[in-house]
């Protein structure tokens, strides 16, 4: 009951909404160029849909690709910060001045160096950057977090240190890993739009390079069918990384732990 | 015969405060020794001394025979939240690289002993208080130790479960052959399962009073209630006071 009306209650709105922004179009005459109607931009997602699934397919796989290479890069990292304060010391700053500077900023030069010729090499790096800090960050954290008592009781039994690391300090980091994780897969996808935003090239064919060239040409029914499904992958990449979480943690954690009532 | 000594043990923090010593004492095999005393007389530290989880400032800790194995019990159940008591149960023996099959064998035993045959795959969240305190103790016993060094393990949990843990751990610890170190601030506690309680003092901790108490071997409720017990809470509780005006 409880679950259903969670549901329902959003999917009753948004159809409303559809209804009531039909209806409006239409009796207010607005310009298919200002406000196109849901049923104009159907219309347009069908009639591009090769074109609109090969771009989504584009950022997809760039925004999975930066996605999975941020989490091994952020928690490989953070595993050599706890290992070695000089390391992490020497290195920490850096990696928070690539986490300050704007990627939009960094973008032009990025696509200089690896050229117009690999702009999807250029497009990961940028989306990589951008998901690449929260996973350090809040990895170091957790890997840092691990009860002392523990830590003294592996100790006494003559744990090494890769014991310790990898049967306590990273079980114990895992719920602030797959924390940043949500985040992460968020900021990829926003970070693989922005740099195809700048790379503004016909060469990148994204979602968002679709955005920008329906927009040039105000088809604006198009852009809102490339809009839509940039939101259904950020919906689809949140709920997946949701229920990863539940999946790992729900025995234990008690973030994931329904309460008995 | 000595298991251990220490001998001019004192410790000084890194900020500057003297916590222990100079202590000297020497432990026999099989003896259950209650180090007493109030919050801040370094009985933990004197505990993590001699677990060698901490180094002392001057002084050292003699094994006759060379480091016994030993077992540590925290004040608190210290468990692994992703792991279920079996899992848990058997850490000391997985960092030990013994074969899994012996180690699910002998932490198996170590949880029935400890009366928690049946909640080998239950995760410490969905345990009691009492419960999670018993995994923690079927871990130390997995281990098969000589020395069993706890430190108030029994101090957060409520009167009832506290009295049947110092039951079961007096049983365990005779059973085991085991020689006990058990810190505590509890004159009752100490009075019922030591066969000695060394009496300590704060800033620095320093031993005030050594009293050999022979307990009967088996107690129970009644003990709790005997002339024995209470002269020997009685006994302790004045070398207490009198150590506390001392250091005053």
């Not at chain 1, 679709?210 to 919906?235: P, Y």
Request: aromatic content about 8%; proline content about 5%.
């Amino acid at each position: 009951m409880d679950r259903a009306f969670r549901i329902l209650i959003p999917i009753a709105l948004g159809i409303a909404v559809l209804i009531a922004w039909e209806v409006l179009v239409r009796a207010l005459n607005i310009a298919p160029f200002v406000l196109p109607a849901p049923s104009a931009i159907w219309a347009a997602f069908i009639g591009d849909f090769a074109s609109l699934m090969a771009s989504l397919w584009t950022t997809l796989s760039i925004t999975l690709e930066a996605f999975v290479l941020a989490v091994i890069g952020g928690v490989a990292l953070a595993v050599l910060f706890s290992q070695s304060r000089l390391i992490e010391t020497a290195l920490y700053p850096y990696a928070v001045v690539l986490q300050v500077t704007p990627v939009v900023a960094i973008a032009p030069l990025i696509l200089i160096w690896v050229g117009y010729e690999h702009i999807n090499t250029a497009l990961l790096i940028l989306a990589w950057l951008v998901a690449f800090f929260p996973i350090l960050s809040n990895t170091t954290l957790g890997l840092r977090s691990a009860d002392h008592n523990l830590i003294d009781l592996f100790r006494l039994y003559g744990a090494s240190r890769w014991q310790i690391l990898t049967k306590l300090q990273f079980p114990g980091a895992l719920p602030y890993i797959l924390g940043a994780m949500k985040v992460s897969g968020g900021l990829a996808l926003i970070g693989a739009v922005v740099a195809e935003f700048v790379a503004g090239s016909g060469t990148a064919t994204g979602l968002a390079w679709r955005i920008v060239e329906a927009g040039n040409r105000l088809q604006i029914a198009k852009m809102f069918a490339a809009l839509g499904l940039l939101s259904v992958l950020g919906i689809a990449l949140f709920f997946a990384l949701t229920w990863l979480e539940w999946a790992l943690l729900h025995r234990w954690h008690d973030s994931a732990v329904k309460k008995q009532v | 015969m000595d298991l251990l000594s220490l001998s001019g043990i004192t410790k000084i923090f890194g900020n500057g405060v003297a916590a222990l010593g100079p202590m000297d004492l020497s432990i026999a095999q099989g003896e259950f020794v209650s180090l007493l005393g109030p919050s801040g007389c370094g009985k933990s530290t004197a505990l993590r001394i001699i677990a060698q989880l901490l180094s002392p400032s001057a002084g050292h800790v003699n094994f006759a025979h060379g480091r016994p194995e030993t077992s540590f019990v925290f004040q608190e159940p210290t468990l692994m939240p992703w792991a279920d008591a079996l899992t848990n149960t058997r850490l000391p023996l997985e960092l030990l690289h013994k074969p899994r099959r012996d180690a699910d064998d002998a932490a198996m035993r170590a949880l029935a002993r400890v009366g928690l045959a049946g909640f080998e795959h239950a995760f410490p969240r969905e345990l009691s208080g009492g419960m999670k305190m018993r995994v923690s103790l079927a871990r130390a016993l997995a281990a098969q130790p000589k020395l069993l060094l706890m430190d108030e393990p029994f101090a957060a949990l409520d009167e009832m479960t506290r009295q049947s843990l110092n039951d079961d751990i007096i049983k365990l610890a005779h059973e085991d052959h085991l020689t006990v170190i058990f810190v505590t601030h509890s004159v009752f506690e100490s009075a019922y399962l030591s066969s000695r309680v060394v009496v300590m003092s704060p800033r620095p901790g320093r031993i005030t009073a050594d009293l050999s108490l022979n307990p009967p071997p088996n107690r129970d409720a009644d003990y709790r209630m005997s002339a024995h017990y209470s002269d020997n809470a009685k006994q302790i509780s004045a070398a207490l006071r009198d150590g506390m005006e001392r250091a005053a």
